[in-house]
């Protein structure tokens, strides 16, 4: 059974700081990895989406990686900003389990002026 | 952009009641979803639906139904409200694609309460 799992589930930085949140998943047949970020009591937004054949995916200040064969993704946040305080959630589509994601439980994220 | 809009911020509710929660996506999605989401237990799916008038079971349909009449738009009914159905509701569509899944768009969510 597909477990999502992320590391800190809190961090606390001053701005400018460059950052890596952590993904690791424990079945590597997956279809693809997302990252998406969550403000407090609002939804979801889609940050970044890794095919399982890609090793990276970049958007602005934010790059993600993903390693299929260790299980692992890391999301590299550059020159943090206030702004960027949230939570982070990766979930990954399970290949054996099609149609679903697995969600991990998040790292809450603040970025100190 | 892709709009997802959930009909209530904020809900309460008595116990017993029967409560409807809407999800409307301006996108023509086909893939339609229902999570709640509660500390500590991250985000668990209720229900999706892959088309008009289909549905299928997510991890933890116990207590809620569906309903999918256009494809714009799924419902989410609770029967008969239970306090531990206090939670965050969220709302979501995307693309069908069954080789490899689209993001998916979440709408802002509906904070229940059963009291």
């Known amino acids: 059974k597909q477990e999502v799992t992320q590391i800190p589930a809190a961090l606390s930085v001053p701005e400018g700081e460059n950052l890596v949140l952590n993904c690791s998943f424990t079945d590597s047949a997956i279809y693809n990895l997302q990252w998406f970020r969550q403000d407090p009591g609002k939804g979801l937004t889609s940050l970044l989406l890794?095919?399982?054949s890609q090793r990276e995916q970049t958007s602005g200040r934010l790059n993600a990686s993903l390693d299929k064969s260790s299980g692992r993704s890391t999301l590299y946040i550059a020159a943090s900003q206030p702004g960027d305080s949230a939570t982070y959630l990766c979930?990954?589509?399970?290949?054996?389990?099609?149609?679903?994601?697995?969600w991990g439980l998040g790292t809450s994220l603040a970025v100190n002026p | 952009d892709v709009k997802v809009t959930q009909s209530s911020r904020y809900l309460v509710k008595r116990t017993g009641e029967k409560v409807f929660l809407e999800c409307v996506q301006d996108?023509?999605?086909?893939?339609m979803f229902w999570y709640r989401q509660d500390p500590g237990l991250g985000l668990r799916l209720i229900y999706f639906s892959y088309d008009v008038k289909m549905k299928e079971k997510g991890d933890i349909p116990e207590g809620y139904s569906v309903s999918r009449e256009k494809k714009e738009r799924f419902s989410l009914i609770l029967e008969s409200a239970s306090t531990n159905q206090t939670s965050m509701y969220l709302c979501?569509?995307?693309?069908?694609?069954?080789?490899?899944?689209?993001?998916?768009?979440f709408g802002d969510g509906t904070r229940l309460s059963i009291l």
């Open positions: 979501a569509s995307s693309l069908r694609d069954r080789e490899v899944s689209q993001p998916q768009h």
């Open positions: 996108m023509d999605h086909e893939n």
């Open positions: 890794i095919q399982s």
């Open positions: 979930a990954v589509f399970n290949a054996g389990n099609n149609r679903k994601l697995i």
